[in-house]
């Protein structure tokens, strides 16, 4: 069947979650084995790697796989750059959480955003608190601020730092 890939690494992660033509999000040290239908060889990429400009992968399986990460942390959680980096202006990370698991207080370091990709949590800055579930997309104030994950939580945090 075109378009199938074959990829087997040592994070467990699932090919089954993407489209054909997706790129992989892959970190850290892996042993990749990848061939495309006619047995040749290809490319994998990591996540950030953007220098062929769009790119497609799907949160939803990268939250899966960093939920198992999260469930074994000791403190409860598991986070990947998925964009950007402390080069860049733009960067998002996708976080798992367990349920009770806080990221804790800390600065707003520019223009904030929470995507609440699954499950629910609680952004608590001063006196004001705001709650999140699938799909809520929270501002993050320009304060000091704590993230409480109500239940096993994925997230997506886009920063833009500010000059």
């Known amino acids: 069947m075109e378009g199938v890939v074959r990829v087997e690494d040592r994070l467990g992660f699932?090919?089954?979650d993407h489209d054909p033509g997706d790129r992989l999000p892959l970190d850290g040290p892996l042993s990749v084995r990848a061939?495309?239908?006619h047995g040749g060889p290809l490319t994998v990429e990591r996540m950030g790697d953007h220098t062929s400009g769009m790119?497609?992968?799907s949160l939803e399986a990268r939250a899966r796989v960093l939920m198992k990460s999260a469930a074994t942390a000791p403190a409860g959680r598991a986070a990947a750059t998925v964009y950007g980096g402390h080069e860049h202006v733009l960067r998002q990370t996708l976080i798992a959480l367990t349920?009770?698991?806080t990221l804790s207080e800390h600065?707003?370091?520019g223009e904030a955003t929470l995507h609440v990709l699954g499950g629910r949590v609680r952004l608590v800055a001063d006196t004001a608190e705001w709650e999140g579930r699938d799909g809520d997309l929270i501002v993050v104030p320009q304060a000091r601020h704590t993230v409480h994950a109500v239940e096993?939580?994925?997230v997506l945090l886009t920063v833009a730092?500010?000059?």
Do not use: R, Y
């Open 99 to 101: 349920a009770g698991a």
């Open 152 to 154: 096993d939580s994925a």
């Open 161 to 163: 730092k500010l000059p």
């Open 107 to 109: 600065e707003n370091p």
């Open 14 to 16: 699932d090919v089954d």
């Open 35 to 37: 061939t495309d239908v």
């Open 55 to 57: 790119e497609k992968f």
